[in-house]
């Protein structure tokens, strides 16, 4: 049995995964904001799972935490967490001195690509393209997770594609993630709605030529996402998660469509079929718990099978 | 001993190289047009080495082909290779068939990515950026050559930087390869000078404005392709070849200059140190016949320092 946290800006999701990566338990909290509230969140993460196995911390094979910002996977430590309210935590030592064992900490997407890619039992490569507040992506190469020379493996989001575009936050102008992600959507389309992005289609559909034009953006980007990933790496697969991903079929239908448009203008793209390589992730599976959990395990995918619901 | 070709569209290069990887033999051969003369110029090349070398061809340990075009390499088959004059060859087969051994057949950029690779002792993940008539990438990932799920890992050239750029002949409109390759020079550089690209650089420094234009762009997206190589496969190095690398340490010096402007005005992308990580193939070095010579060979480079010289 292992064990995964999910820390984000505001849940955490913990789950326990068998030996074949079924999810065998799965509890939900709120994330603490700054160093010490997420050091605790994550404490309590890991007991809450164990007291429900009714075992020790020590019974799990592994335990990982997927966490947004810059991770040194070596020393566990995490950098440049803004949403989480800490500039630096060292939670691996931290997590692992309470808990008197190991503890593995990981990117949160890098992570939940090594979750997704448990989901596909006969794939070798696949990215997994993160629409959250941000834009990024998580690359499995040849069966492992390939998290680059320095961790920056998958940082599409900031590739720019319209130079006259707006400023983004990384000091480049026009970068993918200005306009195909949630930032990117609250920037352009204020709004008192929960879910803004929601908001925006329901007036892009009721034919809001400014909302039709920012939708327009968002699908357009998201395909280009999809081909700078396929011309790169040359994945088999990309699979769409993140809070945009909770769109469903009518977000992957539309980047579909962008990207069989592009294919009738280039034979090129044609050949590479981009549209039949994306995919969404499963909605509501916990991909980056899942993959915390498996950091550093054996990929055993023969067993997988079971994991595709 | 190990043998290599690079056969390129008007010479072919063949190369003997020995268990440390360093070349002990090279031999040029101009390249015939059309399937058949394609196989001569591959068997005259195979044939020069093994006289010289003074051993029959069974005494290689392994023999491989570096060619244009889209490989199939288990079959050995090319497509699509239009500058050599055919559509579709069996090369693999037609040559091991003559030569009564197996030989191995590779893409010629996945080649040079593997033979650039080789001088790198201490490096596991290096792009080759290659720009020739076009512009593509070989990828050397935690180690070894990625070719992708479909062999198009590497084809950055195709992902477009300007909506409103010229007319790419794959179909697409503006991509990198329109504004950062050799045949981007000739279409907009019209001379009759045989290297294209002096006359521009040269025209640019003697304050032609539309001269300076063109150069500015390829310089701008040769830098483009390298932010693009980093943010998505974070690779340690940047290995630029091609004919037009020929033009050395001025173009290497110019690409750092508009990598280091970027960083500049993002601290993320300063954070990359993108500039530090681009290099120049060493002139003259025949990478895609030592690539082709080393396809399929274990990489030993504790005992590779003797390479880089």
Not at 16 to 36: H, K, N, P
Not at 57 to 71: K, L, R, T, Y
Not at 179 to 193: E, H, K, L, Y
Request: net charge negative.
């Amino acid at each position: 049995m292992r064990l995964g946290l999910d820390i984000g800006g505001t849940k955490t999701d913990a789950v326990a995964v068998d030996d074949t990566g079924s999810v065998i338990d799965r509890v939900r909290l709120v994330t603490g904001f700054g160093a010490d509230a997420v050091v605790r969140t994550a404490l309590e993460g890991v007991e809450t799972i164990a007291v429900r196995a009714g075992v020790g911390v020590s019974a799990f094979d592994s335990i990982g935490v997927g966490i947004p910002g810059q991770v040194d996977t070596a020393s566990g430590t995490v950098m440049h967490a803004v949403n989480l309210g800490f500039d630096e935590l060292d939670l691996g030592a931290r997590l692992g001195g309470m808990l008197g064992r190991g503890v593995k900490v990981e990117n949160d997407v890098k992570a939940a690509a090594l979750g997704a890619y448990h989901l596909l039992p006969s794939t070798r490569s696949m990215a997994y393209l993160n629409l959250g507040t941000g834009l990024a992506a998580g690359l499995v190469i040849d069966g492992a997770l390939w998290r680059g020379a320095r961790g920056a493996a998958g940082e599409i989001g900031h590739i720019p594609v319209d130079p006259h575009g707006a400023l983004c936050p990384c000091g480049q102008r026009g970068c993918l993630e200005t306009v195909a992600s949630g930032s990117a959507i609250a920037r352009q389309w204020p709004t008192d709605d929960p879910v803004p992005v929601l908001s925006l289609l329901a007036a892009a559909d009721a034919g809001d030529a400014v909302a039709g034009g920012i939708r327009s953006r968002l699908i357009d980007n998201v395909a280009a996402a999809v081909r700078v990933l396929v011309l790169t790496v040359d994945v088999e697969v990309v699979v769409i998660g993140g809070g945009l991903s909770a769109l469903g079929d009518p977000l992957l239908d539309e980047v579909r469509r962008v990207l069989a448009g592009w294919a009738l203008e280039s034979p090129f793209l044609a050949s590479l079929e981009l549209d039949r390589r994306v995919s969404l992730l499963p909605a509501g599976f916990p991909a980056a718990a899942v993959g915390a959990a498996l950091v550093g395990a054996p990929i055993e995918k023969e067993g997988a099978g079971s994991w595709q619901r």
